[in-house]
């Protein structure tokens, strides 16, 4: 039961932040995007769907798929449970997730002086965002047939 609601949890915020994936997908973000209030809106909107997607993995997800596999401790760190994940080639590298987490904290710090970095930071986003995803599905696929 408790799995199932990571599961809903998690499918939910993917179910937007696609949405928004798509929107940002055709901005120009070579112009200002923090012009026009609904790209401010939508741009917003993915980096809290994309932070919550990481947290919810993080917190929860990773600790139930080790639980079913009989290989988690309450008391491991994240770098262990990231060589556990890479172990059953859930992810390539522990270096994507911690690429993963450098990049959510990256678009999460809003500075004023650092609109590029953030715009960099959106099309990284964009691009690694498949990435999660898959690690995602394949964690889920194992998690629906246990």
């Known amino acids: 039961m408790i799995v199932k609601k990571i599961l809903d ?3 939910l915020n993917f179910s937007r932040a696609d949405e928004y994936v798509e929107q940002i997908s055709v901005m120009d973000l070579s112009k200002d995007p923090f012009e026009d209030i609904e790209n401010i809106k939508t741009i917003d ?3 809290y769907r994309f932070s919550k997607i990481q947290d919810m993995m993080g917190e929860k997800l990773f600790p139930a798929y080790l639980t079913a596999l009989e290989e988690y401790s309450p008391s491991m760190p994240l770098i262990d449970i990231l060589n556990k994940l890479e172990k059953f080639k859930i ?3 522990e270096n994507d997730w911690k690429y993963f987490r450098k990049l959510r904290n990256i678009l999460t710090h809003e500075y004023p002086d650092n609109e590029d970095d953030l715009i960099q930071g959106i099309q990284e986003a964009l691009i690694v965002y498949p990435k999660v ?3 995602y599905q394949a964690i889920r696929n ?3 047939k246990s």
């Open 9 to 11: 949890t998690i499918d």
């Open 91 to 93: 992810i390539d590298s």
């Open 133 to 135: 995803k898959a690690i």
């Open 45 to 47: 909107s993915f980096i």
């Open 142 to 144: 194992y998690l629906s």
